[in-house]
């Protein structure tokens, strides 16, 4: 027998023909001699109906009353998948955040999970009861309703296998795993059998989204054995596991796992920023202190006046607000003017081979050049090479860098 949570999303949960369909599964599991918890997000479109609400009650609302309402979608799909599995036959009853409860920090609309108390769901669990626990939300000090941000719901259920020390969480989507790219840019994309909890993590950063991005940090940090699936068809899933279980020949052998490509991406330019100590703190400072995520960064040779052109990257969502700062912080930073491009994508190869081999960014360099296609800007990690390209040439440099490291399916 073994402990399972199992994730569905909003698309997994669009209607109740599709919840009994998730029902289904659950059943399964059950009928197998699971214990299960199931984590649901709210239905496909929901949470954006009722930040609608929000926003047009009042431009400014309280955030407190905003997590009260948008944490309002979970709440009604925990509780129609409970009544669904009830009509099945099989024991199942809601637990909301606040029940168990979730603890979380006050950050309102964005708030982190500090602890989940298990004691009384792991006594309901016991006996058989499938419990029904609507992600995306968790209880903060003074008894007030928070949510975590979108796609909350798979950092719920990867916290909530943790906390029960299941073993495995599977989180199902409209996705039947994890792929080398994008299936839709490059048809011949292969689905990977295993992908490891840091290159699952680049490629959540850089732009697949087949699993946020927290919930990715939480699986590596508490070493949760992660399954993505299909809702909509029994096609065998990926795992995201610990390099351990890949063995050391597996991770030699395998230079490049995937291609990932981000079009919110937009370039400033700071032009002619004293050449001096401190200088970039001041540039970069205030963008921090506004919750900006910086990127990519390439600070320029200084010229022969003392001064330097820094170019780096932000979320194109946070390019008005970044040009803001800058204009506000120019008495301070002593640049002289700002360059903008928003029509730029970023494009990154993922792999723990990395690691091991020589080459893997002169290959990517040449086979982009091989193309025309004109790298503006470069950043690496171990394992891991991102370029900063014009966005019309997106889908040509994933093809052509899919093909260049032999990731295509025979």
């Avoid at 309703?145 to 990867?158: E, F, I, P, Y």
């Avoid at 295993?194 to 490629?203: P, Q, S």
């Avoid at 330019?269 to 004293?274: C, L, M, S, W």
Wanted: charged share 25%; with cysteine; proline share 3%.
């Amino acid at each position: 027998m073994a402990r399972i949570v199992m994730k569905f999303g909003g698309t997994s949960m669009a209607g109740i023909e599709r919840i009994r369909n998730v029902a289904t599964r659950v059943k399964r599991e059950v009928e197998a001699g699971n214990e299960v918890a199931v984590v649901v997000s709210a239905m496909a479109g929901e949470t954006d109906r009722l930040v609608g609400f929000c926003r047009e009650a009042s431009p400014l609302h309280d955030p407190r009353e905003y997590d009260v309402v948008v944490a309002a979608g979970e709440q009604v799909t925990s509780g129609l998948l409970a009544i669904v599995l009830q009509a099945m036959g099989l024991p199942a009853r809601s637990w909301l955040g606040w029940q168990l409860p979730i603890h979380t920090s006050d950050a309102h609309s964005s708030a982190r999970i500090l602890g989940i108390e298990t004691e009384a769901i792991r006594a309901s669990m016991a006996k058989g009861e499938v419990a029904v626990i609507p992600g995306f939300q968790g209880l903060a000090e003074g008894n007030r309703v928070t949510t975590l941000g979108r796609g909350g719901s798979d950092t719920s259920a990867v916290a909530v296998a943790a906390a029960l020390r299941a073993d495995r969480c599977d989180i199902y989507t409209d996705v039947d795993g994890v792929y080398t790219t994008d299936p839709r840019i490059v048809p011949r994309a292969r689905k990977l059998e295993r992908v490891t909890y840091e290159e699952m993590l680049e490629l959540a950063s850089v732009g697949a989204k087949v699993l946020q991005t927290r919930s990715v940090e939480l699986a590596m940090k508490e070493k949760v054995r992660v399954q993505v699936l299909s809702s909509f068809n029994d096609a065998p899933g990926t795992f995201v596991v610990d390099e351990d279980e890949f063995g050391e020949e597996a991770v030699e052998h395998q230079l490049i796992t995937g291609v990932a490509y981000n079009r919110n991406e937009a370039k400033i330019t700071v032009v002619e920023v004293p050449d001096r100590p401190g200088a970039v703190g001041s540039l970069f400072g205030p963008l921090a202190e506004a919750n900006v995520n910086v990127d990519m960064i390439v600070q320029n040779i200084a010229h022969d006046t003392g001064n330097t052109d820094v170019t780096f990257t932000v979320p194109r969502t946070d390019l008005p607000k970044s040009l803001d700062v800058l204009e506000k912080a120019r008495g301070d930073i002593g640049y002289s003017r700002l360059i903008t491009d928003d029509n730029v994508a970023k494009i990154s190869v993922v792999g723990v081979g990395m690691r091991s081999h020589a080459g893997v960014a002169q290959t990517m360099f040449q086979a982009l050049g091989s193309r025309g296609i004109n790298i503006q800007a470069i950043t690496t990690s171990e394992i891991k090479v991102s370029v900063l390209i014009a966005e019309e040439y997106t889908e040509l440099a994933v093809r052509v860098l899919h093909t260049a490291y032999g990731l295509d399916a025979a």
